[in-house]
């Protein structure tokens, strides 16, 4: 099924062509058309294009209406203030667009143009250590991102770059050499059996973490303590770095045990991630040598007391002295930039890509200018094609970074835990008429809890700081994921009583009540939103604009009755078409953020 191009494409067409009539000058001039409330639409770009010829707006637009194609679209028409052009289109018009969105599998939602190659950098955690709420911003503002860009027609290419490498795997992996049992499961002491019962998935998670975490204590204590230990640790990094089997043996196991908590968090999180677009620091461990050696040889990076650096003219430290980026240390090891670059070569050049995004924490800012600017410099990177997506810091209530009591910083998963239990008590009141059982309870709070999570994260611009408020989060009165599950099963609600099937026919004859041609009018918005939020990689573009269905669509209920409409069985279709379409619209919005959109709620 074609695309079904917007009402507000089709006015913008028709002023594009009325102006190149009346003016042929002005063939390539914006008509800098706007939704507006004194008409449907305003036009205001008469006034530039006036001033660029030095004519009178007023009478340039008077020109442009008189030059209008007469079209079905356009009711009325008339020029105000100093120049602009008011636009109200027809009623029949908003529900034929209606109805010819409702036909389509996408809304009439249409692919990109000429859509390209992107590799996402998000959701990377680091290996023996808990998730926390900087991984869930870049988990669930990455997975947006790949949906809605998916959605658009783009070629995605998901990469997890998660931190399994350094020198701290030296030091536990000796621990674990001179403690072999330390990971064992038996010694836990959970006493969790390798059953598969239901809900094992979760115990499993936790109760590798758990082991991780004893791993990792222990292996600092001893490196902190004893001297010998701490030399031993650090040769074992060269055992690693070399790739002696046994030495690689283990780490394996840690990193796989890494795994199976990141997993857990991930299906808590309801999100996807897959094991083979998991790409660590490690992966590109081979190729360090040729970073190294190019950057070199080129002169891109120069020795500086041992290390290999790159200069930039206005990156300094506070006290005046350049800080360059250090690719290979004094000692011949190798850090995170060498890693990024390296990954940079491979994405370009091995994954073609021609569009990196990392979604990564606003404070490593100054870390991906450098590297991106090292690889322009080395002719691995395009100018441009490089992006980091930063995000801010998510904040207690204190407004302060987001921390326990304790001042340790909040596991993933607790956080996770409570909003699912407060979304719980949400539902347990709101749905008590609806006679769930407790696990359909309990599923509804997982999708409503997740839900709010996700969309507090994702409405915020993201570069912003947020304050994490599980109250306001979970409240059906507001700018939350609730207030839009709770409208898009109301619409369900309506289509259910109404018989569901077939689809509902438009009747374009009839008029249309303020609050329907609103809804209709925002409808008619969702393919631009969606390109907008994909070309400015903005999720909260689509969340801003969901909210605003979810409160059209409320006020449109409260005022024009559906299934008794005064008007008789065409004005119920009419209005059953618009709420379908809401409906359908809140889903896919929705869908597009991770968030589940239940039947009932
Ligand atoms: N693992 C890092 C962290 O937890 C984030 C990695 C970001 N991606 C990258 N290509 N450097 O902070």
């Given at each position: 099924m074609a695309s079904v191009p917007s009402l507000a494409a089709t006015v913008q067409q028709h002023l594009l062509d009325a102006l190149s009539a009346a003016v042929p000058e002005a063939s390539t001039a914006d008509p800098m058309l706007r939704r507006s409330d004194r008409a449907d639409f305003q036009a205001n770009g008469m006034l530039a294009l006036a001033k660029r010829l030095g004519g009178n707006p007023r009478e340039l637009a008077s020109k442009v209406?008189?030059?209008?194609?007469?079209?079905?679209?356009?009711?009325e028409l008339e020029v105000s203030g100093p120049g602009f052009l008011n636009i109200t289109v027809a009623d029949s018009a908003l529900t034929r667009q209606l109805a010819a969105r409702a036909t389509d599998e996408r809304l009439g939602v249409p692919y990109a143009e000429s859509p390209g190659r992107t590799v996402i950098?998000?959701?990377?955690?680091?290996?023996?250590?808990?998730?926390?709420?900087?991984?869930?911003?870049?988990?669930?503002?990455?997975?947006?991102?790949?949906?809605?860009?998916?959605?658009?027609?783009?070629?995605?290419?998901?990469r997890h770059h998660i931190g399994d490498w350094g020198t701290q795997f030296g030091m536990l992996i000796q621990y674990l050499i001179e403690h072999p049992h330390e990971l064992d499961h038996a010694s836990d002491g959970a006493g969790h059996s390798a059953g598969d019962r239901e809900g094992d998935g979760e115990d499993a998670g936790e109760a590798a973490?758990?082991?991780?975490?004893?791993?990792?204590?222990?292996?600092?204590?001893?490196?902190?303590?004893?001297?010998?230990?701490?030399?031993?640790?650090?040769?074992?990094?060269?055992?690693?770095?070399?790739?002696?089997?046994?030495?690689?043996?283990?780490?394996?196991?840690?990193?796989?045990?890494?795994?199976?908590?990141?997993?857990?968090?991930?299906?808590?999180?309801?999100?996807?991630?897959?094991d083979r677009d998991i790409l660590g620091e490690s992966a590109y461990n081979d190729a360090l040598h040729d970073v190294v050696r190019d950057l070199e040889e080129s002169g891109v990076a120069v020795r500086s007391e041992g290390a290999l650096c790159v200069f930039f003219d206005d990156v300094k430290g506070p006290d005046g002295t350049p800080s360059p980026l250090i690719v290979q240390k004094s000692n011949g090891g190798f850090g995170y930039a060498a890693t990024d670059l390296a990954a940079i070569r491979d994405r370009i050049g091995t994954l073609h890509a021609d569009t990196l995004l990392y979604v990564v924490d606003a404070r490593q800012a100054l870390h991906f200018r450098m590297v991106f600017e090292t690889a322009q410099r080395a002719g691995w990177l395009p100018e441009g094609a490089a992006r980091q997506l930063p995000f801010g810091t998510v904040l207690g209530k204190d407004g302060k970074p987001f921390k326990t009591r304790e001042g340790e910083t909040v596991r993933l998963v607790d956080l996770i835990d409570e909003a699912v239990e407060r979304a719980g008590a949400v539902v347990r009141e709101k749905s008590a008429g609806l006679g769930l059982s407790e696990p359909e309870i309990r599923e509804r709070a997982a999708e409503v809890g997740i839900g709010a999570i996700k969309y507090a994260d994702l409405s915020n611009a993201m570069t912003r700081d947020y304050v994490f408020d599980l109250d306001r989060m979970v409240s059906l009165n507001g700018d939350t994921s609730v207030y839009l599950q709770y409208a898009h099963a109301r619409t369900r609600s309506i289509l259910r009583k109404a018989g569901d099937e077939p689809r509902p026919v438009a009747h374009p004859e009839l008029e249309l009540a303020p609050a329907e041609r609103a809804l209709a009018l925002h409808l008619d918005e969702f393919g631009d939103t969606?390109?907008?939020?994909?070309?400015?990689?903005?999720?909260?573009?689509?969340?801003?604009?969901?909210?605003?269905?979810?409160?059209?669509?409320?006020?449109?209920?409260?005022?024009?009755?559906?299934?008794?409409?005064?008007?008789?069985?065409?004005?119920?279709?009419?209005?059953?078409?618009?709420?379908?379409?809401?409906?359908?619209?809140?889903?896919?919005?929705?869908?597009?953020?991770?968030?589940?959109?239940?039947?009932?709620?």
């Open positions: 209406v008189a030059a209008l194609p007469a079209g079905e679209e356009i009711q950098d998000y959701s990377q955690p680091n290996v023996a250590k808990e998730m926390h709420v900087g991984h869930l911003r870049s988990t669930v503002i990455g997975d947006a991102l790949v949906q809605i860009l998916e959605h658009r027609g783009e070629t995605v290419v998901r973490m758990a082991r991780l975490n004893r791993l990792y204590k222990a292996s600092r204590a001893a490196f902190e303590a004893d001297e010998d230990f701490k030399s031993r640790a650090r040769d074992r990094v060269v055992e690693l770095q070399a790739g002696e089997p046994e030495t690689l043996r283990l780490w394996h196991r840690i990193v796989d045990e890494s795994k199976i908590y990141f997993q857990d968090v991930y299906e808590r999180l309801d999100v996807e991630i897959l969606l390109a907008q939020a994909a070309q400015a990689y903005e999720p909260h573009k689509l969340t801003a604009y969901l909210y605003q269905l979810a409160s059209l669509f409320t006020t449109f209920y409260d005022q024009c009755p559906v299934l008794k409409a005064e008007g008789g069985t065409a004005q119920v279709e009419n209005r059953l078409l618009l709420s379908e379409l809401t409906g359908r619209t809140l889903r896919q919005g929705m869908e597009l953020l991770g968030i589940r959109a239940p039947e009932q709620l």
